[in-house]
């Protein structure tokens, strides 16, 4: 379920890059928009009621749904989706440490405004645009043609904060086995 408080884990250096990225300003205000911005997605989440109940399937303590290997953009949008249809218990694990997870960070090319979505799975005030307004303004997301690896690295981790997707950062999966467990393979 969504924490109602707004303000949680909001801070300006964490949720906006610093400047030097390129030329983009942040706006003084920046802080007070990511945090309305966050308001409105998690109202936006409420109003659709997601995750409208748990999937419907027998639960046992201490035993994972899912794990998600790596917190990059692919799956923390599955995750977030995992958790509109009703999979609650999961966890995501990522080798790297805090700010520096998920493929996005370490390798490739600037994505082209245009040719990156998915992640706000319908929902408009968790799409990356809106986040770049919030940031810089509307003027400054109507004129970059890329989107700068830094900035989507803030951007990714803004979201994952939102939906309240929690990263076990530093953490290597080195071996997953299937347990008999009531009868059941876990």
Same mark, same amino acid.
């Given at each position: 379920? @969504?924490? *109602?408080?707004? !303000?949680? *884990?909001?801070?300006?250096?964490?949720?906006?890059?610093?400047?030097? @990225?390129?030329?983009?300003?942040?706006?003084? *205000? &920046?802080?007070?928009?990511?945090?309305?911005?966050?308001?409105? &997605?998690?109202?936006?989440? +409420?109003? @659709? /009621? %997601?995750?409208?109940?748990? $999937?419907?399937?027998?639960?046992?303590?201490?035993?994972?749904?899912?794990?998600?290997?790596?917190?990059? /953009?692919?799956?923390?949008?599955?995750? $977030?989706?995992?958790?509109?249809?009703?999979?609650? !218990?999961?966890?995501?694990?990522?080798?790297?440490? +805090?700010?520096?997870?998920?493929?996005? $960070?370490? %390798?490739?090319?600037?994505?082209?405004? !245009?040719?990156?979505?998915?992640?706000? =799975?319908?929902?408009? !005030?968790?799409?990356?645009? +809106? =986040?770049?307004?919030?940031?810089?303004?509307?003027?400054?997301?109507?004129?970059?043609?890329?989107?700068?690896?830094?900035?989507?690295?803030? %951007?990714?981790? =803004? %979201?994952?904060?939102?939906?309240?997707?929690?990263?076990?950062?530093?953490?290597?999966?080195?071996?997953?086995? =299937?347990?008999?467990?009531?009868?059941?393979?876990?």
């Amino acid at each position: 379920m @969504l924490d *109602n408080d707004p !303000n949680r *884990n909001v801070s300006a250096r964490s949720q906006c890059p610093g400047e030097g @990225l390129d030329d983009a300003i942040l706006l003084p *205000n &920046a802080h007070e928009r990511l945090v309305a911005l966050r308001k409105r &997605a998690r109202d936006d989440i +409420r109003m @659709l /009621q %997601y995750p409208k109940r748990q $999937f419907p399937s027998a639960r046992l303590a201490g035993v994972l749904e899912v794990a998600v290997v790596g917190a990059g /953009q692919i799956s923390l949008g599955t995750s $977030f989706g995992l958790l509109q249809h009703g999979i609650r !218990n999961l966890l995501i694990i990522d080798p790297d440490p +805090r700010r520096r997870q998920g493929s996005s $960070f370490g %390798y490739g090319p600037n994505l082209a405004k !245009n040719e990156i979505g998915g992640l706000e =799975w319908g929902i408009p !005030n968790l799409h990356h645009i +809106r =986040w770049i307004e919030a940031c810089y303004g509307a003027a400054h997301c109507e004129s970059f043609q890329k989107f700068p690896r830094a900035r989507w690295v803030e %951007y990714l981790e =803004w %979201y994952a904060e939102t939906v309240e997707l929690s990263t076990l950062c530093e953490t290597e999966v080195l071996e997953i086995r =299937w347990c008999k467990i009531r009868g059941a393979l876990y």
